[in-house]
Protein backbone atom coordinates (compact mmCIF):
# COMPACT_ATOMS: atom_id res chain seq x y z
CA UNK A 1 0.00 0.00 0.00
CA UNK A 2 2.70 2.70 0.77
CA UNK A 3 3.66 2.15 -3.15
CA UNK A 4 0.43 3.79 -3.78
CA UNK A 5 0.93 6.92 -1.55
CA UNK A 6 2.93 9.74 -0.51
CA UNK A 7 3.31 10.79 2.74
CA UNK A 8 4.81 13.95 4.18
CA UNK A 9 7.54 14.16 7.47
CA UNK A 10 7.07 16.65 9.62
CA UNK A 11 10.66 18.00 8.65
CA UNK A 12 9.23 18.22 4.93
CA UNK A 13 6.33 19.73 5.67
CA UNK A 14 8.17 22.37 7.64
CA UNK A 15 9.81 22.95 3.99
CA UNK A 16 7.52 23.16 2.40
CA UNK A 17 5.88 25.58 4.07
CA UNK A 18 8.68 27.66 4.62
CA UNK A 19 8.99 27.92 0.41
CA UNK A 20 5.40 28.39 -0.15
CA UNK A 21 5.55 31.17 2.72
CA UNK A 22 8.51 32.87 0.74
CA UNK A 23 5.92 32.89 -2.47
CA UNK A 24 3.55 34.36 -0.48
CA UNK A 25 5.63 37.29 0.81
CA UNK A 26 7.61 37.79 -2.43
CA UNK A 27 4.91 38.63 -4.70
CA UNK A 28 2.16 40.30 -2.08
CA UNK A 29 -0.12 37.55 -2.30
CA UNK A 30 -3.22 37.73 0.25
CA UNK A 31 -2.72 35.47 2.99
CA UNK A 32 -6.40 34.52 2.85
CA UNK A 33 -5.18 33.05 -0.48
CA UNK A 34 -4.40 29.92 1.42
CA UNK A 35 -8.40 29.47 2.44
CA UNK A 36 -9.21 29.34 -1.17
CA UNK A 37 -10.76 25.89 -2.52
CA UNK A 38 -8.69 26.32 -5.91
CA UNK A 39 -5.37 26.77 -3.70
CA UNK A 40 -6.00 23.81 -1.57
CA UNK A 41 -6.96 21.59 -4.94
CA UNK A 42 -3.64 22.85 -6.56
CA UNK A 43 -1.71 21.79 -3.31
CA UNK A 44 -2.91 18.38 -2.98
CA UNK A 45 -2.43 17.69 -6.25
CA UNK A 46 1.03 18.68 -6.39
CA UNK A 47 1.57 16.85 -3.43
CA UNK A 48 -0.93 14.54 -1.95
CA UNK A 49 -0.65 14.10 1.99
CA UNK A 50 0.61 17.53 2.40
CA UNK A 51 -1.85 19.53 4.47
CA UNK A 52 -1.02 23.20 3.28
CA UNK A 53 0.18 26.29 5.57
CA UNK A 54 -2.91 28.36 7.09
CA UNK A 55 -3.11 32.33 7.33
CA UNK A 56 -2.31 32.20 10.78
CA UNK A 57 0.97 30.57 10.55
CA UNK A 58 1.89 33.22 7.81
CA UNK A 59 0.86 36.14 9.75
CA UNK A 60 2.93 34.93 12.68
CA UNK A 61 5.60 32.13 12.98
CA UNK A 62 6.81 31.98 9.07
CA UNK A 63 6.70 35.39 8.87
CA UNK A 64 9.00 36.28 11.83
CA UNK A 65 11.34 33.09 10.44
CA UNK A 66 11.49 34.44 7.50
CA UNK A 67 12.34 37.78 8.40
CA UNK A 68 15.31 36.80 10.65
CA UNK A 69 16.24 34.39 7.43
CA UNK A 70 16.56 37.50 5.37
CA UNK A 71 18.23 39.61 7.99
CA UNK A 72 20.79 37.03 8.75
CA UNK A 73 21.32 36.74 5.04
CA UNK A 74 21.65 40.73 4.51
CA UNK A 75 23.76 41.04 7.70
CA UNK A 76 26.43 38.30 5.92
CA UNK A 77 26.04 40.15 2.78
CA UNK A 78 26.92 43.45 3.89
CA UNK A 79 29.05 43.06 6.94
CA UNK A 80 32.60 44.98 6.81
CA UNK A 81 31.44 46.69 3.93
CA UNK A 82 31.21 50.56 2.38
CA UNK A 83 27.69 51.20 1.29
CA UNK A 84 26.00 54.25 -0.20
CA UNK A 85 22.51 54.99 1.37
CA UNK A 86 19.69 55.92 -0.57
CA UNK A 87 16.77 57.91 0.99
CA UNK A 88 13.05 58.40 -0.87
CA UNK A 89 9.63 59.18 0.43
CA UNK A 90 6.43 58.91 -0.90
CA UNK A 91 2.55 58.29 -0.11
CA UNK A 92 1.83 54.78 0.70
CA UNK A 93 -1.61 53.18 -0.17
CA UNK A 94 -3.89 55.17 1.93
CA UNK A 95 -2.27 58.55 0.91
CA UNK A 96 -0.28 58.55 4.55
CA UNK A 97 3.52 59.84 4.43
CA UNK A 98 6.30 57.14 4.34
CA UNK A 99 10.21 57.99 3.94
CA UNK A 100 12.34 54.68 3.39
CA UNK A 101 15.74 53.96 3.23
CA UNK A 102 18.05 51.62 1.32
CA UNK A 103 21.29 50.52 1.47
CA UNK A 104 23.76 50.13 -2.22
CA UNK A 105 26.50 47.91 -1.87
CA UNK A 106 28.39 46.84 -5.25
CA UNK A 107 25.52 45.85 -7.54
CA UNK A 108 22.64 45.32 -5.35
CA UNK A 109 20.31 47.32 -3.28
CA UNK A 110 18.89 46.03 0.83
CA UNK A 111 15.84 47.18 2.27
CA UNK A 112 17.14 49.11 5.30
CA UNK A 113 13.74 50.67 6.74
CA UNK A 114 10.79 52.66 6.49
CA UNK A 115 9.19 55.61 8.35
CA UNK A 116 6.00 56.11 8.52
CA UNK A 117 6.29 60.22 9.13
CA UNK A 118 2.76 60.84 10.72
CA UNK A 119 2.02 64.61 11.12
CA UNK A 120 5.81 65.20 11.14
CA UNK A 121 6.94 67.63 8.17
CA UNK A 122 9.21 66.49 5.19
CA UNK A 123 11.66 69.52 6.45
CA UNK A 124 15.50 69.57 5.99
CA UNK A 125 16.23 68.76 9.58
CA UNK A 126 13.63 66.00 10.02
CA UNK A 127 15.06 64.03 6.65
CA UNK A 128 18.43 64.39 8.09
CA UNK A 129 17.85 62.76 12.00
CA UNK A 130 15.95 60.28 9.68
CA UNK A 131 19.21 59.20 7.54
CA UNK A 132 21.41 59.76 10.73
CA UNK A 133 19.47 57.18 12.35
CA UNK A 134 19.26 55.03 9.41
CA UNK A 135 23.20 55.50 8.88
CA UNK A 136 23.12 53.95 12.66
CA UNK A 137 20.78 51.23 11.71
CA UNK A 138 22.89 50.12 8.95
CA UNK A 139 26.28 49.77 11.36
CA UNK A 140 24.21 47.81 14.42
CA UNK A 141 22.04 45.33 12.22
CA UNK A 142 24.30 44.62 9.24
CA UNK A 143 27.39 46.05 10.15
CA UNK A 144 28.40 48.24 7.36
CA UNK A 145 29.50 51.63 7.04
CA UNK A 146 27.84 54.48 5.20
CA UNK A 147 30.12 56.36 3.47
CA UNK A 148 27.67 58.50 0.75
CA UNK A 149 23.87 59.14 0.87
CA UNK A 150 21.95 59.88 -2.45
CA UNK A 151 18.78 61.79 -1.99
CA UNK A 152 16.10 63.22 -4.95
CA UNK A 153 17.48 67.01 -5.57
CA UNK A 154 13.76 68.68 -4.19
CA UNK A 155 15.82 71.90 -2.36
CA UNK A 156 14.86 70.43 0.78
CA UNK A 157 17.17 67.78 0.13
CA UNK A 158 19.88 70.40 -1.18
CA UNK A 159 19.35 71.41 2.33
CA UNK A 160 19.65 67.95 4.09
CA UNK A 161 22.94 67.17 2.44
CA UNK A 162 24.47 70.50 3.27
CA UNK A 163 23.65 69.65 6.86
CA UNK A 164 25.10 66.16 6.71
CA UNK A 165 27.61 66.78 5.26
CA UNK A 166 28.62 69.40 7.58
CA UNK A 167 28.08 66.53 10.68
CA UNK A 168 30.61 64.15 8.72
CA UNK A 169 33.22 65.85 6.09
CA UNK A 170 34.30 62.64 4.53
CA UNK A 171 30.73 62.26 3.80
CA UNK A 172 29.91 61.54 0.05
CA UNK A 173 26.51 63.05 -0.87
CA UNK A 174 25.05 63.91 -3.84
CA UNK A 175 21.51 64.23 -5.68
CA UNK A 176 19.57 61.00 -7.75
CA UNK A 177 20.92 61.41 -11.41
CA UNK A 178 18.03 60.35 -13.28
CA UNK A 179 16.03 62.72 -10.66
CA UNK A 180 18.09 65.28 -12.39
CA UNK A 181 17.71 64.66 -15.88
CA UNK A 182 14.12 64.38 -15.47
CA UNK A 183 13.97 67.96 -14.06
CA UNK A 184 16.18 68.76 -17.06
CA UNK A 185 13.82 67.32 -19.17
CA UNK A 186 11.11 69.25 -17.60
CA UNK A 187 13.06 72.46 -18.10
CA UNK A 188 14.31 72.78 -21.64
CA UNK A 189 10.50 71.01 -22.93
CA UNK A 190 8.55 73.66 -24.44
CA UNK A 191 4.81 73.82 -22.79
CA UNK A 192 3.17 74.18 -25.49
CA UNK A 193 4.31 70.13 -26.76
CA UNK A 194 3.29 68.61 -23.27
CA UNK A 195 -0.17 70.35 -24.10
CA UNK A 196 -0.29 68.53 -27.53
CA UNK A 197 0.70 65.29 -26.08
CA UNK A 198 -1.61 65.69 -23.42
CA UNK A 199 -4.40 66.59 -26.19
CA UNK A 200 -3.61 63.46 -28.10
CA UNK A 201 -4.05 61.20 -25.03
CA UNK A 202 -7.46 62.50 -24.33
CA UNK A 203 -8.21 62.00 -27.78
CA UNK A 204 -7.67 58.18 -27.46
CA UNK A 205 -9.05 58.01 -24.39
CA UNK A 206 -12.40 59.80 -25.30
CA UNK A 207 -13.03 58.17 -28.15
CA UNK A 208 -14.03 54.78 -28.43
CA UNK A 209 -13.02 53.57 -32.24
CA UNK A 210 -9.51 55.44 -32.46
CA UNK A 211 -8.80 53.88 -29.00
CA UNK A 212 -9.71 50.51 -30.37
CA UNK A 213 -7.97 50.79 -33.29
CA UNK A 214 -4.50 51.40 -31.71
CA UNK A 215 -4.98 49.45 -29.22
CA UNK A 216 -5.08 46.57 -32.25
CA UNK A 217 -1.75 47.45 -33.27
CA UNK A 218 1.55 45.21 -32.48
CA UNK A 219 3.59 46.69 -30.48
CA UNK A 220 3.63 49.72 -27.42
CA UNK A 221 2.02 52.23 -29.29
CA UNK A 222 -0.41 53.41 -26.02
CA UNK A 223 0.38 57.61 -25.97
CA UNK A 224 1.90 57.90 -22.71
CA UNK A 225 0.95 60.92 -20.54
CA UNK A 226 3.90 63.14 -19.66
CA UNK A 227 4.30 63.37 -15.42
CA UNK A 228 5.14 66.27 -13.63
CA UNK A 229 8.53 65.42 -12.13
CA UNK A 230 8.99 67.53 -8.63
Known amino acids: MNDFT???????????????????????????????????????????????????????????????????????????????????GWSALHNSPVIAHCVHSEERSYFLNSVGTGSNKKTAAYCTSLAIEASKEAINKFGCKVV????????????????LKLLDRSLSVYGCASHLLNLLGKDITPSQIISHIIEINKYFRNHQIPAA????????LKPQLPVVTR
Open 6 to 88: IKTSSHQKEILDNQIARLFYACNLPFNLTENDVFKKTISMLRPGYTPLTRKSLAGRLLDKTFNEVTTMTASALEGKDVTLVQD
Open 148 to 163: AVVTDNEQKMQSMRSK
Open 213 to 220: LLSAQKGS
